[in-house]
């Protein structure tokens, strides 16, 4: 069965700093990678996603996230924090017989100080 | 883009009372729907997938006789949360997949979830 797993359950970061939230899976198939990010009391909304191809993806907000298979690795960066990406992010894999089906890492509490 | 509206964003309801929610999707039609549960500090869980006319799969350990869910018609899934406790207070998201199943890799569209709390 498939995992996800986000090592960072709460990141601290100063605003300006640069930031890089880990994200490891595990499956047998080629994955269907995804971040997402929640804000409190909100749904999740999609940042970016890999299928194939280049393995580093560009995403909305400033992010980018770059997959490595031999590290199993899937992790989202962004050069320059701001104040408003204070949030959880979500990494999660999909199923790559259906890809309808999301499972979903632990989540990382992103905290931005000024 | 696609969109799903869930409703209502946030419900108080008395332990013993029923609750619904329902999670459509704007401008697509979605075969598919998944219900998802989020314990506070915690990841999302997937309850249940929610197929159009015909009976929702529900994952292991999610008691399908008290979180009901019915699929009527392509754009709108709903999730009754029956006989509510305490314990079900939680925030409780949808999502619905644009297309059918046999397009690989697309992401779910999520609604903004509903803040359910059980006095």
């Known amino acids: 069965a498939q995992s996800v797993t986000q090592p960072d359950i709460h990141i601290t970061v100063s605003e300006g700093a640069s930031l890089e939230l880990r994200c490891n899976y595990s499956y047998g198939a080629t994955p269907y990678l995804f971040w997402y990010v929640q804000s409190p009391g909100q749904g999740l909304q999609l940042l970016l996603k890999?299928?194939?191809?280049?393995?580093l993806v560009q995403g909305i907000k400033g992010f980018e996230a770059e997959f490595k298979r031999s590290q199993s690795s899937f992790n989202l960066r962004k050069p320059s924090v701001h104040w408003s990406d204070a949030a959880e992010y979500f990494c999660?894999?999909?199923?790559?017989?259906?890809?309808?089906?999301?499972?979903f890492g632990g989540g990382t509490r992103l905290m931005v100080k000024p | 883009g696609a969109v799903v509206s869930q409703h209502p964003s946030r419900v108080i309801c008395k332990s013993g009372t029923s609750v619904k929610i329902e999670c459509r999707s704007l401008d697509f039609q979605a075969t598919t729907m998944f219900w998802y549960r989020q314990f506070p500090k915690q990841s999302l869980m997937l309850m249940a997938t929610?197929?159009?006319?015909?009976?929702?799969?529900?994952e292991q350990g999610v008691e399908k006789d008290k979180f009901l869910i019915n699929h009527a018609s392509l754009t709108l899934s709903t999730l009754t949360v029956t006989s509510a406790h305490p314990e079900d207070s939680s925030f409780y998201i949808c999502?619905?997949?644009?297309?059918?199943?046999?397009?690989?890799?697309?992401?779910?569209?999520f609604g903004n979830g509903t803040r359910l709390t059980v006095t």
């Open positions: 890999y299928f194939s191809g280049d393995t």
């Open positions: 929610s197929n159009e006319g015909s009976k929702a799969t529900y």
């Open positions: 999660a894999v999909g199923l790559n017989n259906a890809g309808n089906m999301l499972t």
């Open positions: 999502s619905a997949r644009l297309g059918n199943l046999g397009r690989r890799g697309s992401p779910l569209h």
